[in-house]
């Protein structure tokens, strides 16, 4: 069976910095797009940062451009988000997901979520 795991959350201060990870198990995981979105309460999902699975190519959403690195390993069926100068806004549940399109096969994968808190 399919599993995502996060890992990296917690508190920090503004201004600080933490990793997320998301190690994938019973997957290929190469040929997955991966993707961190967040979600804050009473806020919609929010996607944050995607990576590609054949060329390691990333997206990310404006709010966290040039704060936010994500990265994946695909040895180690792992995706990271490096995430700097982290501000209260940014405080909300990180998920991680898995997705696969081909033509009208289609598979999506979520993990169940942590949470980062940025405050004083």
Request: glycine letters at 10%; hydrophobic letters at 35%.
């Amino acid at each position: 069976q399919v599993q995502l795991v996060e890992s990296g959350g917690g508190l920090v201060q503004p201004g600080g910095s933490l990793r997320l990870s998301c190690v994938a198990s019973g997957l290929t995981f190469s040929i997955y797009n991966m993707t961190w979105y967040r979600q804050a309460p009473g806020k919609e999902r929010e996607l944050v940062a995607t990576i590609t699975a054949d060329d390691d190519i990333t997206n990310y959403a404006a709010s966290v451009k040039g704060r936010f690195t994500i990265s994946r390993d695909n040895g180690r069926h792992t995706v990271s988000l490096q995430m700097n100068s982290l501000q209260p806004e940014d405080t909300a549940v990180y998920l991680c997901a898995a997705k696969f399109k081909f033509g009208t096969l289609e598979y999506n994968y979520w993990g169940q979520g942590t949470q980062v808190t940025v405050s004083s």
